[in-house]
């Protein structure tokens, strides 16, 4: 397969159309972000099924190979957060651009983030490692 970098990466992926939406259903077209946290959502919630605490390092590390088959150039982070309420060692994927997206966000009490995170590295996040 042949390695698309930065600039194509996503408008490749993201050619084709939503999964198990019928395109008369389609009423709002939606973005590449948005498409990107569908496709990792989809990819983590039956590993992740009811409990997403714990699970951030099972979630990723089978992630970032699947993004990469997509695609998508991206890294596993291994890091920690510290919140007001605890400190967490942690993992992530930081994408090409400098974003990260993190599919077990929600488990981070006191930052009040989505299940699926997508966006800049939050400062409570540092990164340690990356493998």
């Known amino acids: 397969m042949e390695r698309i970098y930065e600039k194509n990466i996503m408008e490749t992926l993201f050619e084709i159309e939503p ?15 948005e498409k990107l946290v569908k496709l990792v ?7 992740i099924a009811r409990e997403v605490e714990g699970k951030c390092f099972m979630v990723c590390s089978v992630l970032q190979p699947y993004l990469e088959w997509c ?3 991206c890294r ?5 957060v510290t919140t007001d309420k605890a400190w967490y060692g942690h993992y992530w ?8 997206i993190d599919p077990t966000a ?7 983030l989505p299940q699926t995170y997508l966006g800049e590295l939050p400062k409570e996040y540092l990164k340690l ?3």
């Open 19 to 33: 999964i198990n939406i019928p395109p008369k259903q389609r009423k709002v077209r939606l973005t590449k972000d």
């Open 41 to 47: 959502a989809d990819f983590s919630n039956p590993i």
């Open 71 to 73: 695609g998508i150039y």
């Open 76 to 80: 596993l982070i291994q890091g920690e």
């Open 93 to 100: 994927i930081e994408l090409f651009d400098g974003r990260i």
């Open 106 to 112: 929600s488990q981070l009490e006191g930052l009040n």
């Open 129 to 131: 490692i990356i493998l």
